[in-house]
């Protein structure tokens, strides 16, 4: 198989004008992925086969108007399919495999918080502040 990725003779690899379309697909599913609000109405999606509008004001608690920018962003994206049944607008996952990809993200959090919590018990907790120095002024 011929890659379209060049490798210099840097050793650093360059996106040829060909990958470019696919990365950018990529690109746009994890945008679609970037905001907690949009993971939550695709959880929402991932639970039911398929839910209203109203269901998912009533899910996330959000505006009617901030709702739908985070739909378009998922339509643009190609992460949820609608369809329009009176004056009803249902949702629905575009693809089964989003809702794979929730759980197994779900499973790597969980793993990533585990990992963490023991690195911080084996340490002893956090280290301490200096004396007299303001939190703003420590370096992480």
Same mark, same amino acid.
């Given at each position: 198989? $011929?890659?379209? $990725?060049? &490798?210099?003779? @840097?050793?650093? /690899?360059?996106?040829?004008?060909?990958? !470019?379309?696919?990365?950018?697909? &990529?690109? @746009?599913?994890? &945008?679609?992925?970037?905001?907690?609000?949009?993971?939550? $109405?695709?959880?929402?999606?991932?639970?039911?086969?398929?839910?209203?509008?109203?269901?998912?004001?009533?899910?996330?608690?959000?505006?009617?108007?901030?709702?739908?920018?985070?739909?378009?962003?998922? !339509? /643009?994206?190609?992460?949820?399919?609608?369809?329009?049944?009176?004056?009803?607008?249902?949702?629905?996952? +575009?693809?089964?495999?989003?809702?794979?990809?929730?759980?197994?993200?779900? +499973?790597?959090?969980?793993?990533?918080?585990?990992?963490?919590?023991?690195?911080?018990?084996? !340490?002893?907790?956090?280290?301490?502040?200096? +004396?007299?120095?303001?939190?703003?002024?420590? +370096?992480?």
């Amino acid at each position: 198989m $011929i890659s379209s $990725i060049r &490798k210099p003779a @840097g050793g650093a /690899r360059v996106l040829t004008d060909s990958d !470019r379309p696919l990365y950018e697909v &990529k690109a @746009g599913l994890f &945008k679609g992925l970037s905001h907690p609000i949009r993971i939550r $109405i695709l959880e929402v999606l991932s639970a039911a086969p398929e839910a209203s509008v109203s269901e998912l004001l009533d899910a996330t608690s959000l505006e009617a108007s901030h709702l739908s920018q985070h739909l378009a962003v998922l !339509r /643009r994206n190609r992460l949820v399919e609608s369809d329009r049944r009176g004056s009803l607008v249902y949702y629905r996952l +575009a693809y089964p495999q989003v809702a794979d990809l929730l759980r197994v993200a779900r +499973a790597l959090l969980g793993e990533i918080l585990e990992t963490t919590h023991r690195q911080l018990v084996d !340490r002893g907790g956090l280290p301490e502040l200096p +004396a007299g120095v303001p939190a703003a002024e420590v +370096a992480p």
